[in-house]
């Protein structure tokens, strides 16, 4: 094991002492890059999405949609769009839209106000647009801090005509970490960081 050096350590400690002491976060120690990710976190955080085709369409008329989303908690001039080239799924999304067994839907990334202990839901038409002929999205997205981070997503996929579908789902999420939810016939990736 390497020493930290001299400069590393003196911020890992300021950060520690900030934390409260020993720098004990979540019941493990909080090491200098997690330190910066939840200081940088303090004043925002920066999601991205990507929702792709996959599997297969069921026959229309099926209608799953959710009349219980949550309600925007922040306004479109709450969100700043993160640019393409700084999309960390950007790759990912690239790979989705080649791929004839999937399909790219919508990709996209933005910078949101997320204080400790704190939260909000954003609407995914907000944040991301439907490709051109892959019909329309709509839904929220929420993300809670406190102990852990909480990812809540709903999202509604309406690809035809007379055929909307639904995809639910909570979870516990880590900073830096692709997540993948799924539904029969659509997914989602969601990369929760700190700022660049």
Do not use: C
């Amino acid at each position: 094991m390497h020493p930290m050096p001299t400069a590393q350590r003196r911020r890992f400690l300021q950060q520690s002492l900030a934390l409260g002491g020993l720098g004990l976060a979540a019941g493990g120690l909080v090491w200098p890059e997690a330190a910066q990710a939840q200081e940088a976190g303090a004043a925002g955080l920066v999601m991205e999405l990507v929702l792709f085709r996959q599997g297969s369409m069921p026959p229309p008329p099926v209608d799953e949609r959710n009349e219980t989303r949550p309600a925007p908690t922040f306004s479109r001039e709450q969100l700043t769009p993160v640019p393409a080239a700084k999309l960390q799924l950007a790759s990912i999304a690239a790979t989705l839209r080649k791929r004839a067994d999937y399909g790219l839907i919508a990709a996209g990334g933005w910078w949101m106000p997320a204080p400790s202990n704190g939260g909000g839901v954003v609407a995914i038409g907000d944040v991301v647009t439907a490709l051109p002929g892959v019909g329309q999205i709509g839904g929220s997205l929420g993300l809670q801090r406190g102990t852990y981070l909480t990812l809540s997503i709903d999202v509604l996929w309406a690809p035809k005509e007379n055929l909307q579908l639904v995809m639910s789902e909570k979870r516990r999420v880590k900073f830096n970490e692709h997540h993948y939810l799924d539904h029969e016939s659509f997914g989602a990736i969601v990369l929760v960081r700190a700022p660049a």
